[in-house]
Nanobody, 114 residues
């Protein structure tokens, strides 16, 4: 499985960005697609996840400001990020996983200036 992420960039505080990640290859119909982030000097952490069945999960710090969505027909996951704050600056990674395997995308930089 290959993951191609896009949509990162530089934005001012209060602005919005939308990340996209398209999966290709041998896609199993039952899966979870998620976004993680890693800030400098910190561990990678889960931001949001959405299963193929529609269940979602968010880290508390982004709940209400970020929305994860999927287009299962396109094997694509999105992360709409609103009301951005400088503390969310990080490299954002797309993740695809099933009960057997997990794959990572290449990461896309999100920088929020104050």
């Amino acid at each position: 499985v290959q993951l191609q992420a896009s949509g990162g960039g530089l934005v001012q505080a209060g602005g919005s960005l939308r990340l996209s990640c398209a999966a290709s290859g041998s896609i199993f119909s039952i899966n979870t697609m998620a976004w993680y982030r890693q800030a400098p000097g910190k561990q990678r952490e889960l931001v949001a996840a959405k299963t193929s069945g529609g269940s979602t999960n968010y880290v508390d710090s982004v709940r209400g400001r970020f929305t994860i969505s999927r287009d299962n027909a396109k094997n694509t996951v999105y992360l709409q990020m609103n009301s951005l704050k400088p503390e969310v600056t990080a490299v954002y990674y797309c993740n695809y996983q099933t009960v057997m395997v997990a794959y990572w995308g290449q990461g896309t930089q999100v920088t929020v200036s104050s």
